[in-house]
T-cell receptor, first 113, second 116 residues
Framework: DAGVIQSPRHEVTEMGQEVTLRCKPI?????LFWYRQTMMRGLELLIY????????DSGMPEDRFSAKMPNASFSTLKIQPSEPRDSAVYFC???????????FGQGTRLTVV | AQSVTQLDSQVPVFEEAPVELRCNYS??????LFWYVQYPNQGLQLLLK??????LVKGINGFEAEFNKSQTSFHLRKPSVHISDTAEYFC??????????????FGTGTRLTIIP
């Protein structure tokens, strides 16, 4: 298996623009997570899906952030409008269940100028 | 809710020396414990996990960790480090069982630097 695939790997955008990050989880995994990593706040869980249904979105910073999982093999995280403070590395991870642990993608480094 | 404390933000160690990275957790319920490693510009990779049974768990790359329930600790150790072990190491916890409890709560990470 190719692992969790995220695209793009790097994104530079101007403040106010819409940004869409994409994730393909490992085939057969039923849980998907979006994390954000910054120097100041470390790794934060943004949202967690189970069987394509959002279970916990309490980490989503504000209404500018939205996430979807239209099917078991694809998820998106959208930021509209983007702001400089959204600059971070965004990770997608998938899992077969709690005891197994999550498998992470390579991340998308987002820079908002 | 759970929380994880990694007591050392940076640990420099000479090559071939032993290392211990400390992790303490707090939780009102039973948990599963994990250690992840992040190499520069990479995602996180699972090193090892404690689910139940023997309190000493072995992982990849020669790492091991010991679960201590009374001290709520899960310290990571390696008897002899190599240059390639230079990376950031994250301790994480997740609640046992129940629906919707799969999310990992991470510590702030420990940057391990191996000195030649």
């Amino acid at each position: 298996d190719a692992g969790v695939i995220q695209s793009p790997r790097h994104e530079v955008t101007e403040m106010g623009q819409e940004v869409t990050l994409r994730c393909k989880p490992i085939s057969g995994h039923n849980s998907l997570f979006w994390y954000r990593q910054t120097m100041m706040r470390g790794l934060e869980l943004l949202i967690y899906f189970n069987n394509n249904v959002p279970i916990d979105d309490s980490g989503m910073p504000e209404d500018r952030f939205s996430a979807k999982m239209p099917n078991a093999s694809f998820s998106t995280l959208k930021i509209q409008p983007s702001e400089p403070r959204d600059s971070a590395v965004y990770f997608c991870a998938s899992s077969l269940g709690s005891p197994v642990g999550a498998f992470f993608g390579q991340g998308t480094r987002l820079t908002v100028v | 809710a759970q929380s994880v404390t990694q007591l050392d933000s940076q640990v420099p160690v000479f090559e071939e020396a032993p290392v211990e990275l400390r992790c303490n957790y707090s939780s009102s319920v039973s948990v599963y414990l994990f250690w992840y490693v992040q190499y520069p510009n990479q995602g996180l990779q699972l090193l090892l996990k404690y689910l139940s049974g023997s309190t000493l768990v072995k992982g990849i790359n020669g790492f091991e960790a010991e679960f201590n329930k009374s001290q709520t600790s899960f310290h990571l150790r390696k008897p002899s480090v190599h240059i390639s072990d230079t990376a950031e190491y994250f301790c994480a916890v997740t609640q046992r069982g129940g629906f919707g409890n799969e999310k990992l709560t991470f510590g702030t990470g420990t940057r391990l630097t191996i000195i030649p």
